[in-house]
């Protein structure tokens, strides 16, 4: 039961340069979502999905782009990265019932 | 505003002693809390829930209460062996239509041996 599958793990960017990374969850959850963690910070909502075909901003949304084409794949676009978006950033599903998130193992992202 | 504050921010016990971390929090309306652990390089992972009506619930070593009267639970580690080692957030989910989830900072727990 692979439950939700983040990658890459680790990766180091130059500013101004594109990526995305890739959430895939194996658990039918409509709700979907990614999560920056920074210290001192917590975690933060960065984007979230309620079902294939919508998405919505949450707490810090900018610089991030997201799309739901399929309820199992939430990929997380940064179009320009910048050294402020070096963090680790989570992806998580949830049931809209309970509201228990399963989290991704996590992505390093360094942005110099 | 609806927020969650945890204490402390950091502790160090020794393996074998007890420890209780603290979740204060002012969101309305409430649906459940969440304890997660946060193992190092890893990902949360929920220990345990807790609804309005629950006052305590234990999952092995890990006892969770709530008063939801004065809004604060916590999450008491009886005997703590080095595994316990690790970040424990509280979350807190509100009833209202979008079930938001509200997150503290965590605490940063350090048993040594």
């Known amino acids: 039961n692979a439950g939700v599958t983040q990658t890459p793990k680790f990766q180091v960017l130059k500013t101004g340069q594109s990526m995305t990374l890739q959430c895939a969850q194996d658990?039918?959850?409509?709700?979907m979502s990614w999560y920056r963690q920074d210290p001192g910070m917590g975690l933060r909502l960065i984007h979230y999905s309620v079902g294939a075909g919508i998405t919505d901003q949450g707490e810090v949304p900018n610089g991030y782009n997201v799309s739901r084409s399929t309820t199992e794949d939430f990929p997380l676009r940064l179009l320009s990265a910048a050294p402020s978006q070096t963090s680790v950033y989570f992806c998580?599903?949830?049931?809209?019932?309970?509201?228990?998130?399963?989290f991704g193992e996590g992505s390093r992202l360094t942005v110099l | 505003k609806n927020q969650v504050e945890q204490s402390p921010q950091s502790l160090i016990i020794l393996e074998g002693k007890n420890c209780t971390l603290q979740?204060?929090?002012?969101?309305?309306?409430?649906?459940?809390l969440r304890w997660y652990k946060q193992d190092t390089g890893r990902g949360p992972v929920s220990l345990t829930i807790?609804?309005?009506?629950?006052n305590t619930k234990s999952n092995g070593r890990y006892t969770a209460t709530l008063d939801a009267d004065t809004k604060q639970s916590s999450l008491h580690i009886t005997a703590s062996q080095l595994s316990d080692s690790a970040s424990y957030i509280c979350?807190?989910?509100?009833?209202?239509?979008?079930?938001?989830?509200?997150f503290g900072k965590g605490t940063k727990l350090s048993v040594k041996p």
């Open positions: 658990m039918n959850h409509e709700y």
């Open positions: 998580a599903s949830r049931t809209s019932i309970t509201g228990e998130l399963f």
């Open positions: 979350v807190v989910k509100s009833s209202g239509s979008q079930g938001n989830l509200i």
């Open positions: 807790m609804t309005f009506s629950e």
């Open positions: 979740c204060n929090y002012t969101v309305s309306p409430f649906s459940n």
